[in-house]
């Protein structure tokens, strides 16, 4: 997944040319394309959107989804919003804790990183997860890594 | 040819509804009955999914939570003739649940192929455009001005007032840009909506521009909702080639284009400002207002902001007329409600209902208390930034006045359902530590006060100068409340005091001390 250059990159954010307005979505594209944002993607995307390296760096660090390091194979987001610590999160939580994984740090074991999330919108069958983007509702722990095996294999 | 119906919102999805829907495709063509799937929205009865529903001549029968390795018995106890079975609930539309809803914006989701523009149409969609295309521009503010269509965002401001300052500011460009940054917790009918009858959204877009003059749509999704942004991409292309978007939206030579903007993990940006700057690729720092949007918008331009509930409900607006839409609700909270009910709830999902029906009812009738069985003990109403409501809240009717009369807020209309066993004092700082998460940081109030609200309640908890610590506690959301640009800092007290005027005990507040 790391394996770009400089100009397929570019070629990629021809349609942003100029545009200030693209820094963001140009964020967007590379993260798409190589599941996270290398340094030198800032100097780019700041030279293709005509604006500041600086202003680059502020928009990538304000959003949570932007990763500087490559992802694990597998990422599953747990939520720790207020309907899913009413369905008994806390016990998933420490239970993930308890196989090596601190949601709150994003912590990476075995290929499968989970982190933390504010809301899936699954907010009435929770405890409540994403693995890969594949929603997981009533989340367990079990439900949580078979799923992580199926998006693995 | 048998019609099955499978859901294909994510929380069907999150319960395996694509592996229901695979299986019963395969163990069908294995036993050569001839099906077809037809993959719909939510019914919004959450706890029953996934809720597949066979098409008979009496009506859709429904089997409730169905999983993949159930399917093969389910094919051969008859489910492709609606058969009864222990999973059969019988008619969809005859159930309480559904039967006692007024439901005029998901009128749609749960029955038709989102997708599909012919099942739209058939079952009334574009009739509101059309009725639009055909009046002048300040005829469809009026209409929607004399619905009483409040902003269902939150903030509850009147969508007519909103459209009609935007309609008389002269501007060579003008933008419709729908919020789905629907990030409250106990929030999803605007993903359910998107999910689920995506063309309803697009109809109420369209019809916002042509009222307004305004060419250019944007619709900002967050990024939590990949299924959603899916499915408006989807819905997009299929009313561009359809010509309902375009250059000439449906022959009428008025042009208006749609695009998906999809967010990237911020809970400020659901903050109209907040998402202007985002939209236009930037941080997404709260602007100050005045000057309000309407006026300086999206790139300093005229914008009508709504919320993708307030959009949605333009179409039956249009088509069925203002007065059949006011003729709905309580007071000045006017047409329907589109609550969902989550966390710790037995029926939890949407329910739409006029304004109106009250607090105990919506958590205790409808909802059928708890999903652990426990008495419940407070209800968050209105997401991370509203109050938490108690048993002595029961009897306060939903909408916008009288729960704010009762210390709360209605907010995007999420119930957030707790049992007995949570400690308010957890909850409280909660809220304080969230806004510090999630505070754009432009003023200092919410960037700091949020921060200091956790070490004051830590404090509190720990028993450390209890007098003092609570005065300082009331001193900080004061100056919070008062002192914050937008709501994330001005609403994040409302959790906070309700918590601990309501359950004072979970602080461990020694006697004598106040």
């Known amino acids: ?153 | 040819m048998t019609k099955v119906f499978v859901p294909m919102d994510s929380a069907a999805l999150s319960m395996g509804a694509n592996e229901v829907a695979e299986a019963i495709s395969e163990h069908a063509a294995k036993s050569g009955y001839e099906v077809t799937i037809v993959r719909t929205g939510s019914r919004g009865m959450l706890w029953l999914e996934p809720l597949v529903e066979v098409e008979t001549t009496a009506g859709r029968i429904g089997y409730a939570n169905i999983s993949a390795d159930t399917v093969p018995d389910l094919l051969a106890a008859g489910l492709l003739s609606g058969s009864s079975h222990d999973s059969c609930l019988g008619l969809v539309d005859e159930l309480d649940f559904l039967k006692d809803q007024t439901r005029i914006t998901f009128a749609r989701v749960g029955i038709i192929d989102p997708l599909s523009l012919a099942d739209y149409e058939s079952h009334g969609g574009l009739k509101g455009l059309r009725n639009a295309i055909a009046l002048s521009p300040a005829k469809i503010v009026e209409e929607v001005t004399e619905s009483g269509l409040r902003g269902r965002g939150g903030a509850g401001f009147p969508a007519g007032i909103k459209w009609n300052t935007v309609l008389y500011t002269e501007s060579d460009q003008k933008y419709i840009c729908c919020n789905a940054d629907e990030g409250d917790s106990g929030t999803f009918a605007d993903r359910m909506l998107m999910e689920g009858d995506p063309f309803t959204l697009i109809e109420g877009m369209i019809i916002a521009g042509i009222a307004v003059g305004a060419t250019e749509g944007l619709i900002y999704v967050r990024s939590e909702y990949p299924h959603a942004i899916d499915v408006l991409n989807q819905a997009i292309a299929v009313a561009n080639e359809h010509k309902i978007l375009g250059d000439s939206v449906l022959g009428s030579g008025l042009k208006f284009n749609l695009e998906v903007r999809v967010g990237a993990g911020s809970y400020v940006c659901g903050e109209e400002t907040a998402m202007l700057e985002s939209l236009e690729g930037k941080r997404g720092m709260v602007r100050a207002k005045p000057p309000i949007p309407a006026l300086v918008g999206l790139f300093g331009k005229p914008t009508v902001i709504n919320n993708v509930m307030t959009l949605a409900a333009v179409p039956m607006i249009l088509a069925d007329g203002a007065s059949s839409y006011q003729s709905f609700g309580v007071d000045r909270s006017r047409g329907t409600q589109v609550f969902q009910l989550a966390g710790n709830i037995l029926r939890g999902g949407i329910v739409e209902l006029p304004f109106g029906i009250t607090l105990g009812d919506l958590v205790n009738k409808v909802g059928g208390g708890t999903h652990s069985g426990r008495p419940i003990k407070t209800v968050q109403i209105g997401g991370p930034l509203g109050a938490y409501l108690g048993e002595d809240s029961w009897d306060v009717q939903m909408g916008y006045e009288s729960l704010a009369d009762a210390g709360g807020m209605l907010g995007h209309g999420g119930l957030v359902v707790f049992d007995d066993t949570v400690n308010m004092a957890k909850q409280a700082r909660f809220a304080m530590e969230f806004c510090a998460e999630e505070s754009c940081g432009k003023c200092t109030p919410c960037r700091i006060g949020s921060t200091r609200g956790v070490e004051v309640i830590d404090r509190i908890v720990a028993g450390e100068e209890q007098s003092k610590n609570l005065e300082l506690l009331e001193d900080l959301c004061e100056v919070m409340t008062d002192g914050s640009l937008c709501a994330m800092g001005g609403l994040t007290p409302f959790p906070v005091r309700s918590a601990l005027k309501l359950f004072p005990a979970d602080f461990g507040i020694k006697s004598g001390v106040k």
């Open chain 1, 1 to 153: 997944m790391s394996n770009y250059s400089e100009e397929s990159i570019i070629n990629y954010l021809g349609p942003y040319k100029g545009d200030a307005s693209a820094v963001l979505r140009s964020l967007q594209l590379v993260q798409d394309l190589l599941g996270y944002v290398p340094d030198s993607a800032l100097d780019i995307i700041a030279k293709n959107s005509n604006v500041s390296r600086a202003e680059v760096y502020g928009v990538f660090t304000f959003y949570s989804d932007f990763r500087s390091t490559p992802p694990a194979k597998v990422v599953v987001k747990v939520c720790v919003a207020e309907a899913c610590q009413a369905s008994g999160n806390a016990s998933l939580i420490s239970e993930l804790h308890d196989h090596g994984y601190d949601i709150h740090n994003g912590s990476i074991k075995d290929d499968i990183q989970m982190e933390q999330t504010f809301c899936l919108g699954n907010c009435a069958l929770g405890p409540a997860a994403m693995v890969n983007g594949n929603p997981i509702g009533r989340a367990t722990c079990e439900r949580i890594f078979a799923a992580a095996a199926v998006v693995a294999s």
